[in-house]
C-alpha cells in the first residue's frame, strides 16, 4: 500500500449532525409549501407574494446551514529526535499541491534542546524555524506565531494576505515530564481567530513506553485542564470551536508480538493492528476523547525505524513499530438546552453557532517515508476549513503615498475602520515581498503619538529617505497592533525607485547609453 496514498475524506462540523438533518427536512417543507402556494393560490398577486416569503424563508435557511469559503490547512508533527533538518522540506509541506494551501501548522517534537543550543535558539531562530520560514516565504507565506517548551516546537505560517484576519494569537505551555517540573515532555499551544472563528492548535510529547498507556490519557487531560488564555469567550482550549490535537502521543500496539505485528505491515493488512492501537481503545473508555476525530489509519507505523532507511528498528531493544505520532481534530459539540438562568446567553451563543458554523474536512492522512533523519516518520493531514467568515475588512486601511525612493522622503496614511484597542506603540513596517515574519521588516515608523486616531480619520506619516532602502524592488506596508500582536493591516504591494545614492556608493552598476558601466 502506497503510505501518500489518500484516505477516506472524514467530515464534521460545528452544528450537530441531527441538527442539519433537521435543517433540511425544515427546508424540504419551505419547498413544499412553495409548490402548493403555486397550485392553491388563485390570485396571480397573492401568489407572488407568497411565493417571494417562502423563498426568501427557504433561502435564509440555506444560508443558515451553508458555508461560503474554503480554506485549506496542513498539519505536520514529527519527532526529529534531535536531528538536523532535511535539505528539501517540499515534499513534507507539499508545497506544490492543488488547491493551494491556506495555512500550515507544523508540531516538532525532540528538536535538539541541549542548554546551550536551546539558549543560542532563543537569542536567534532555531534550525527547524529557519528552514521552514526559508521553504514558505518564497511562496507567500509568514510566520505568524511560534511557541517553544524545550523540545517542543509549534510554528504557524499563513498566505499573507489573511494576516489581517488573523487576531487575538496567544500561546501557552503545559510541562509534563518529572511530575510537571520539566518540559521533556508536555504539551504547547497557539490559538487564534482566524475571520471571526476561535481555533486552536495543541502539540503534545506524551509519556513514552508501552505500559504508560493510562499516564498518557492523564498527561493530555491535565493539559486540557491547565492550559488557560486571557480571551473572555475562550479561556480554555475546549472552548474554541475546532481543536487540532497532535504530536508524539506515544500510544502503542497493544498484546501482537513484534512477528505478528511486522508481518501484518509488510502485507498491508494494516487493519489487523486497529483494534489494539491504545488511542483507539482509550477513545471507547473515555468521554473527553470521544470527542475527537481521526482519520483511519492507512499509513504505516511511524516508530521505529533505523535511521535514513525504511527498515523498523534492528537494534538490540527492537522496538515494536507502533503508530506514536497521531493527528486528531474536535469541532465544538452544540450545547445542550439550559434551563437556568442563563437560557438567554445559551440561545445567543446557539445562535451565533449556527449564523456562522464551521465545516471541517480530512482530505488526507497520511505519514512521508521519504524522510530519514529521525527514527520517527513524519504525519501529515490535510483539511478543508468551510466557514462564513464573520468579518472580512480589515481593522486598518494603510497605503503608500507618492513615490518612494531613498533619494526622498516618503509618504503613508492609514487610517482605522473598525474600532479596536489601538496603542502610540502600534507601528508600520516596512517589508519586502517575501517576508519571514512580523518582524522581518527593512525599517519601521510609529503611529501618531500624541492621540489615538479617531475612526475612518486619515493619518499621514513622513518616512525620512534614510530609512528607505537604497535598491529598488516590491515591498508592502503592515500595520502592526501591539495589543493584538499581529499585523492587522496590510497595503498592496507596491514598486521603490532604485536610488541614485545607489548608483554613486557603488550598489549597482552605473547605466551609461544603456551599457553597464
Given at each position: 500500500?502506497?503510505?501518500?496514498?489518500?484516505?477516506?475524506?472524514?467530515?464534521?462540523?460545528?452544528?450537530?449532525?441531527?441538527?442539519?438533518?433537521?435543517?433540511?427536512?425544515?427546508?424540504?417543507?419551505?419547498?413544499?409549501?412553495?409548490?402548493?402556494?403555486?397550485?392553491?393560490?388563485?390570485?396571480?398577486?397573492?401568489?407572488?407574494?407568497?411565493?417571494?416569503?417562502?423563498?426568501?424563508?427557504?433561502?435564509?435557511?440555506?444560508?443558515?446551514?451553508?458555508?461560503?469559503?474554503?480554506?485549506?490547512?496542513?498539519?505536520?508533527?514529527?519527532?526529529?529526535?534531535?536531528?538536523?533538518?532535511?535539505?528539501?522540506?517540499?515534499?513534507?509541506?507539499?508545497?506544490?499541491?492543488?488547491?493551494?494551501?491556506?495555512?500550515?501548522?507544523?508540531?516538532?517534537?525532540?528538536?535538539?534542546?541541549?542548554?546551550?543550543?536551546?539558549?543560542?535558539?532563543?537569542?536567534?531562530?532555531?534550525?527547524?524555524?529557519?528552514?521552514?520560514?526559508?521553504?514558505?516565504?518564497?511562496?507567500?507565506?509568514?510566520?505568524?506565531?511560534?511557541?517553544?517548551?524545550?523540545?517542543?516546537?509549534?510554528?504557524?505560517?499563513?498566505?499573507?494576505?489573511?494576516?489581517?484576519?488573523?487576531?487575538?494569537?496567544?500561546?501557552?505551555?503545559?510541562?509534563?515530564?518529572?511530575?510537571?517540573?520539566?518540559?521533556?515532555?508536555?504539551?504547547?499551544?497557539?490559538?487564534?481567530?482566524f475571520y471571526g472563528h476561535m481555533v486552536c492548535?495543541?502539540?503534545?510529547?506524551?509519556?513514552?513506553?508501552?505500559?504508560?498507556?493510562?499516564?498518557?490519557?492523564?498527561?493530555?487531560?491535565?493539559?486540557?485542564?491547565?492550559?488557560?488564555?486571557?480571551?473572555?469567550?475562550?479561556?480554555?482550549?475546549?472552548d474554541h470551536k475546532v481543536v487540532f490535537w497532535?504530536?508524539?502521543?506515544?500510544?502503542?500496539?497493544?498484546?501482537?508480538?513484534?512477528?505478528?505485528?511486522?508481518?501484518?505491515?509488510?502485507?498491508?493488512?494494516?487493519?489487523?493492528?486497529?483494534?489494539?492501537?491504545?488511542?483507539?481503545?482509550?477513545?471507547?473508555?473515555?468521554?473527553?476523547?470521544?470527542?475527537?476525530?481521526?482519520?483511519?489509519?492507512?499509513?504505516?507505523?511511524?516508530?521505529?525505524?533505523?535511521?535514513?532507511?525504511?527498515?523498523?528498528?534492528?537494534?538490540?531493544?527492537?522496538?515494536?513499530?507502533?503508530?506514536?505520532?497521531?493527528?486528531?481534530?474536535?469541532?465544538?459539540?452544540?450545547?445542550?438546552?439550559?434551563?437556568?438562568?442563563?437560557?438567554?446567553?445559551?440561545?445567543?451563543?446557539?445562535?451565533?453557532?449556527?449564523?456562522?458554523?464551521?465545516?471541517?474536512?480530512?482530505?488526507?492522512?497520511?505519514?512521508?517515508?521519504?524522510?530519514?533523519?529521525?527514527?520517527?516518520?513524519?504525519?501529515?493531514?490535510?483539511?478543508?476549513?468551510?466557514?462564513?467568515?464573520?468579518?472580512?475588512?480589515?481593522?486598518?486601511?494603510?497605503?503608500?503615498?507618492?513615490?518612494?525612493?531613498?533619494?526622498?522622503?516618503?509618504?503613508?496614511?492609514?487610517?482605522?475602520?473598525?474600532?479596536?484597542?489601538?496603542?502610540?506603540?502600534?507601528?508600520?513596517?516596512?517589508?519586502?515581498?517575501?517576508?519571514?515574519?512580523?518582524?522581518?521588516?527593512?525599517?519601521?515608523?510609529?503611529?501618531?503619538?500624541?492621540?489615538?486616531?479617531?475612526?475612518?480619520?486619515?493619518?499621514?506619516?513622513?518616512?525620512?529617505?534614510?530609512?528607505?532602502?537604497?535598491?529598488?524592488?516590491?515591498?508592502?506596508?503592515?500595520?502592526?497592533?501591539?495589543?493584538?500582536?499581529?499585523?492587522?493591516g496590510l497595503s498592496a504591494s507596491f514598486q521603490?525607485?532604485?536610488?541614485?545614492?545607489?548608483?554613486?556608493?557603488?550598489?549597482?552598476?552605473?547605466?551609461?547609453?544603456?551599457?553597464?558601466?
Amino acid at each position: 500500500m502506497d503510505p501518500l496514498t489518500d484516505g477516506p475524506r472524514v467530515r464534521s462540523d460545528s452544528a450537530s449532525s441531527s441538527a442539519s438533518q433537521g435543517s433540511k427536512l425544515v427546508l424540504r417543507q419551505r419547498l413544499s409549501q412553495l409548490l402548493t402556494c403555486i397550485e392553491d393560490m388563485s390570485s396571480d398577486d397573492e401568489a407572488s407574494e407568497e411565493v417571494s416569503r417562502t423563498l426568501d424563508e427557504a433561502f435564509q435557511l440555506c444560508g443558515r446551514f451553508i458555508p461560503t469559503d474554503a480554506f485549506r490547512l496542513h498539519i505536520v508533527t514529527w519527532n526529529v529526535a534531535t536531528a538536523e533538518p532535511p535539505e528539501d522540506i517540499t515534499s513534507l509541506l507539499q508545497l506544490d499541491a492543488q488547491p493551494p494551501t491556506d495555512l500550515y501548522v507544523i508540531g516538532l517534537q525532540e528538536v535538539s534542546a541541549t542548554p546551550v543550543k536551546f539558549i543560542s535558539d532563543l537569542i536567534i531562530e532555531d534550525s527547524w524555524s529557519h528552514v521552514f520560514m526559508d521553504s514558505l516565504a518564497p511562496r507567500g507565506f509568514v510566520k505568524v506565531t511560534s511557541v517553544r517548551m524545550q523540545g517542543l516546537l509549534l510554528l504557524v505560517f499563513a498566505k499573507q494576505i489573511h494576516l489581517p484576519y488573523i487576531r487575538n494569537i496567544q500561546t501557552t505551555y503545559t510541562r509534563t515530564g518529572m511530575f510537571g517540573y520539566w518540559g521533556n515532555k508536555g504539551g504547547v499551544s497557539v490559538r487564534f481567530s482566524f475571520y471571526g472563528h476561535m481555533v486552536c492548535f495543541v502539540n503534545c510529547h506524551l509519556a513514552a513506553h508501552m505500559n504508560n498507556t493510562l499516564q498518557r490519557v492523564d498527561e493530555f487531560e491535565y493539559i486540557l485542564d491547565t492550559q488557560d488564555f486571557d480571551i473572555y469567550d475562550t479561556p480554555h482550549v475546549l472552548d474554541h470551536k475546532v481543536v487540532f490535537w497532535f504530536g508524539d502521543l506515544n500510544f502503542r500496539i497493544a498484546d501482537h508480538g513484534l512477528h505478528f505485528l511486522r508481518s501484518s505491515i509488510n502485507s498491508g493488512r494494516l487493519n489487523l493492528l486497529w483494534s489494539k492501537d491504545q488511542l483507539i481503545m482509550m477513545k471507547k473508555k473515555e468521554a473527553f476523547l470521544q470527542e475527537f476525530e481521526e482519520g483511519p489509519l492507512h499509513f504505516k507505523p511511524t516508530y521505529k525505524f533505523d535511521r535514513n532507511s525504511d527498515t523498523y528498528d534492528t537494534s538490540g531493544k527492537k522496538r515494536k513499530p507502533a503508530w506514536t505520532d497521531r493527528i486528531l481534530w474536535r469541532v465544538k459539540p452544540k450545547p445542550l438546552p439550559s434551563e437556568d438562568d442563563d437560557e438567554k446567553a445559551s440561545a445567543s451563543t446557539d445562535e451565533e453557532q449556527d449564523q456562522y458554523p464551521i465545516l471541517v474536512t480530512q482530505d488526507k492522512y497520511a505519514s512521508d517515508m521519504s524522510y530519514g533523519v529521525s527514527d520517527h516518520k513524519p504525519v501529515i493531514a490535510n483539511f478543508s476549513l468551510e466557514l462564513r467568515k464573520v468579518f472580512d475588512t480589515p481593522l486598518v486601511h494603510v497605503s503608500p503615498e507618492g513615490v518612494w525612493s531613498a533619494d526622498q522622503d516618503a509618504l503613508l496614511t492609514y487610517s482605522v475602520q473598525e474600532d479596536f484597542m489601538s496603542s502610540t506603540w502600534d507601528w508600520i513596517g516596512l517589508y519586502k515581498v517575501g517576508f519571514k515574519s512580523a518582524s522581518d521588516y527593512e525599517t519601521f515608523v510609529w503611529v501618531r503619538e500624541n492621540e489615538l486616531p479617531e475612526l475612518n480619520e486619515v493619518i499621514q506619516i513622513s518616512v525620512a529617505k534614510e530609512q528607505i532602502p537604497l535598491l529598488g524592488g516590491q515591498y508592502v506596508l503592515g500595520y502592526y497592533s501591539t495589543n493584538i500582536q499581529s499585523l492587522i493591516g496590510l497595503s498592496a504591494s507596491f514598486q521603490i525607485l532604485e536610488s541614485k545614492r545607489a548608483v554613486m556608493e557603488g550598489l549597482v552598476p552605473e547605466d551609461i547609453n544603456g551599457l553597464n558601466k
